[in-house]
DNA sequence: ACGAGCCGCTTCCCGATGGAGAGCAGGCAC
DNA sequence: GTGCCTGCTCTCCATCGGGAAGCGGCTCGT
């Protein structure tokens, strides 16, 4: 944090949000990104706008309903844009805004660290495993 | 899997963990730590040991079955250690390992999005709840 | 000696959540 | 018409998480 006046200051500590307390609307964000899907589906889009059926092929395992359930709560907060094209059959676009690609660059780290990790925490699992 | 034949080592080689595929140890592992008590905890033991109560305390909300099956978990894939000592009554702590505070280090830049873009978020909810 | 209390779980019950699969709108092609 | 394609939406049902109560081991007050 940068140098503030004391009256920046008391403005800032009323609108500062805080993750650990259960009411905070920072919290509840928290909540909904802290999500497979939604770390999936970020991670998808990475490399520029899909459609609804190239997502649920390259996400492998999400249900269909998960999936527009997911797609909706990201468009909602302003992370991705749904666009409607009249071909036919009718084609429906995904695609991250501004916001969206900032997330991305947060979630993108963890889904590296799973994948360059691995082999530590399955080591550390049997270790643990091999405990009476 | 502990041991493996050359031919066993050589695809595991060539197989990259891609945590899109829903078999992948790392698509797992993405599942487990896209949690929101997994990123609520490591935040929580950023500045330290703290015992269960203390964690219980810090992190609003979470009941203890959550706390410890969280805690538990955590400990399998070698992210934090759990020490009890003989105190009167017993005391338990938990604290980072090297590779937990590998993992604190992404998922506390999760929890700082959520705090720091919730303005954003919010106007973009109350964008999208003012359509028809 | 007996009861009460503290800490860190563990167990049980029940409501909420997510997956599987079917259905559906609406455009065109046959 | 009948069929087929996409992008949902709905209907079940198994699983998961929250709340509350119990438990074990120890210590302190009376």
């Known amino acids: 944090m940068p140098t503030m006046t004391a009256a920046q200051r008391r403005a800032a500590d009323k609108a500062e949000y805080d993750a650990f307390l259960a009411q905070c609307p920072s919290r509840q964000l928290l909540d909904r990104i802290s999500d497979k899907w939604v770390t999936l589906v970020l ?4 490399d520029g706008p899909l459609r609804y059926s190239q997502l649920a092929r390259t996400i492998a395992g999400v249900s269909q309903k998960m999936l527009t359930q997911t797609l909706r709560s990201l468009e909602r907060d302003g992370l991705l844009t749904r666009t409607v094209t009249a071909t036919v059959p009718v084609t429906v676009t995904y695609e991250l805004t501004e916001l969206g690609r900032s997330l991305q660059a947060v979630l993108t780290g963890l889904k590296g660290w799973a ?3 691995m082999d530590q925490v399955l080591s550390a699992r049997s270790s643990y495993d091999a405990q009476p």
């Open 43 to 46: 991670a998808a889009l990475e």
């Open 115 to 117: 994948e360059s990790h």
